[in-house]
């Protein structure tokens, strides 16, 4: 994969079990976008998993997946729309809470993070704007990255199965009034550059509601860094 590739609103893009997508940060910035509109169908299967790995296995070489929807979202001051911090400067933030990007299954993302752009912050293996509960997350891992695992802004998608393993910054994080309501079996390892193993963020709002999940691990590496 090469650049920045963008599904558009109207295409699916669907990618089989076993697959392997590689990148080359010398190529410059690289992600998958998938804009509000569009679909990602992932079909990894437990023993054939869909790998997006970089060439270099250096964590921050690339901006993994980064997917947008117009589910509800509350952002700082109780907004219902903001732009993406991704470097990008999409907006997101909607009313369409059954928003369906696609589904993506088993798959993993390595040494993603990378910032893209004029961002002005690292991305992370998987980012979630205002994306809504149509969508279908299940059996992920986010591997080695700069900066969180899995973050959700706003949208009512939820997660299931997620393994993040040795992210720099946070394994889990939310902000922006995220309210997925069946999330279950999350696990993080991190090493001795990890943050929290779950960040949430009000952005300043006293919200009445809040997301639902069961069964989580986590778990940091007695090792440290000079």
Known sequence: MK???????????????????????????????????????????????????????????????IMYGDAPVKVLGGGGTATSEDGLSNSYGGTNATHNGGSLRYARVEYAGK????????????????????????????????????????GTVSLTNAISYGNYDDAFD?????????????????????????EIEASSNNNDFWPKFTNITLKKSRRMYS
Do not use: M, R
């Open 174 to 198: 939310w902000q922006d009034g995220w309210q997925g309501q069946n999330n279950s079996n999350w696990y993080a390892y991190q090493e001795g550059k990890g943050n929290f193993g779950i």
């Open 3 to 65: 650049g920045i590739v963008k599904v558009k609103s109207g295409v699916t893009l669907t990618i089989e079990a076993g697959s392997t997508i590689t990148c080359d940060k010398v190529t410059g910035d690289n992600a998958l976008v998938v804009e509000n509109g569009g679909k990602l169908i992932i079909n990894g299967t437990e023993s054939a998993p869909v790998v997006f790995t970089e060439t270099s296995k250096v964590p921050g070489s690339w901006g993994g997946i």
């Open 115 to 154: 910032k893209l752009a004029d961002g002005t912050k690292e991305l992370n293996g998987f980012s979630f704007y205002s994306v809504g509960s149509g969508t279908v997350l299940d059996h992920l891992v986010s591997y080695k990255g700069a900066d969180d695992g899995f973050e959700f802004y706003g």
